[in-house]
């Protein structure tokens, strides 16, 4: 399944977005569904890939750049040449592993906070590539983490709403100056 937009995987000097950061409104807005896959589409994907390598990501969520449209770009080896990234439009879990496992997690809208979140281990997800065709998807791992991540910012969820251990997460948020009263727990 390899992508049609083709991006250099390298830091840009001026990534062609702005990523916003937690305490700016337009992250918590849930984002609209796409209605059709068209070349501005095509171009907001290859911004938004650009963007994400620039800023050392995995993962960005297009209401991290202030676009709300259920579109998420993903690439698990981002230093890999040969692995092309994953475009998920209006992608929609349809199942959730009833194993569960804790990681850390990181978000490119709160530099610097990595906190341990749990998470279904495994998923599937049904979403349109850049060219608007069907896909649907097993994942695992790094991969079934990334897209749950960035697919909770399609609801305006962030990592940091999802962490249970409240003295890190206070600590962490503190110490890189973000306002622990951002924070919206997800019950």
């Known amino acids: 399944m390899a992508s049609v937009v083709a991006v250099e995987k390298k830091k840009l000097e001026e990534p062609p977005l702005e990523i916003h950061y937690l305490g700016d409104r337009v992250l918590r807005q849930p984002a609209k569904r796409i209605a059709k896959v068209d070349d501005s589409i095509r171009q907001l994907v290859k911004q938004m890939l650009q963007t994400m390598y620039s800023a050392d990501g995995i993962g960005l969520a297009a209401p991290q750049v202030a676009v709300n449209k259920q579109l998420i770009v993903i690439d698990c ?38 906190l341990e979140v749990t998470r279904p281990e495994a998923i599937e997800v049904s979403f349109k590539d ?16 990334a897209i749950q991540h960035e697919m909770d910012h399609l609801s305006g969820v962030m990592f940091v709403d999802r962490v249970e251990n409240n003295i890190a997460l206070t600590e962490e948020l503190k110490k890189k100056g973000f306002a622990v009263n951002t924070v919206r727990p997800v019950k």
């Open 77 to 114: 080896e981002p230093n890999n040449p040969d692995t092309s990234p994953l475009v998920l439009i209006n992608p929609k879990i349809t199942k959730y592993s009833d194993d569960l496992s804790k990681c850390e997690e990181g978000c490119l809208s709160i530099p610097g906070v990595y």
């Open 130 to 145: 850049e060219n608007g065709r069907p896909h649907k998807l097993k994942a695992t791992g790094l991969l079934s983490r």
